[in-house]
T-cell receptor, first 115, second 113 residues
Framework: EAEVAQSPRYKITEKSQAVAFWCDPISGHATLYWYRQILGQGPELLVQFQDESVVDDSQLPKDRFSAERLKGVDSTLKIQPAELGDSAMYLC?????????????FGPGTRLTVL | KQEVTQIPAALSVPEGENLVLNCSFTDSAIYNLQWFRQDPGKGLTSLLLIQSSQREQTSGRLNASLDKSSGRSTLYIAASQPGDSATYLCAGISGGSNYKLTFGKGTLLTVNP
């Protein structure tokens, strides 16, 4: 069964360092999402791509976060510099562009710990 | 702005019990609603998606209902098992040009043997 892939699964870094997360969506899924989930909370959308274009990054802290999806397939989310408050689970999801349901499929996530 | 609330925040039940998890949302114009399961430190697994034209959806021991007029959804789990222990999240799907999920904080379910 097709799945969303993410790496690394775990990342420990010190504050002020740079970190990057990678996501490979389900083949054929044109829409890709990055979410941040703080412990005990529900996921919150950071950025949404349609193919290689950003369609919603209103909740992305652009002073330190960046995201790209250069060829419209896999995507990278970067944080520079990392802060203590960035410790969270970072989830990637994908969906068909024209799905009538809006259903999203999630990857296993990357657990980030900032020391 | 859509807000999603889940009650209770935590629930502990003995094995075999039937249980109901509740989800309420403020904007009745949601497009669809999706229920997820999340094991500790893991990603989200989609359980059920209820489209706005449906009132309920079933998969095995799980049954989810949607009442848009009252802004509520419930997830019913029959004959609970220890393996059902996890956090259950509901998310309202907003329509328009970009589908957007708004999540609740989840219900932590523990099923005791």
């Amino acid at each position: 069964e097709a799945e969303v892939a993410q790496s690394p699964r775990y990342k420990i870094t010190e504050k002020s360092q740079a970190v990057a997360f990678w996501c490979d969506p389900i083949s054929g899924h044109a829409t890709l999402y990055w979410y941040r989930q703080i412990l005990g909370q529900g996921p919150e959308l950071l950025v949404q791509f349609q193919d290689e274009s950003v369609v919603d990054d209103s909740q992305l802290p652009k002073d330190r976060f960046s995201a790209e999806r250069l060829k419209g397939v896999d995507s990278t989310l970067k944080i520079q510099p990392a802060e203590l408050g960035d410790s969270a689970m970072y989830l990637c999801a994908s969906s068909l562009a024209q799905t009538p349901s809006g259903e999203q499929f999630f990857g296993p996530g990357t657990r980030l710990t900032v020391l | 702005k859509q807000e999603v609330t889940q009650i209770p925040a935590a629930l502990s039940v003995p094995e075999g019990e039937n249980l109901v998890l509740n989800c309420s949302f403020t904007d009745s114009a949601i497009y669809n609603l999706q229920w997820f399961r999340q094991d500790p430190g893991k990603g989200l697994t989609s359980l059920l998606l209820i489209q706005s034209s449906q009132r309920e959806q079933t998969s095995g021991r799980l049954n989810a209902s949607l009442d848009k007029s009252s802004g509520r959804s419930t997830l019913y789990i029959a004959a609970s098992q220890p393996g059902d222990s996890a956090t259950y999240l509901c998310a309202g799907i907003s329509g328009g040009s970009n589908y957007k999920l708004t999540f609740g904080k989840g219900t932590l379910l523990t099923v005791n043997p």
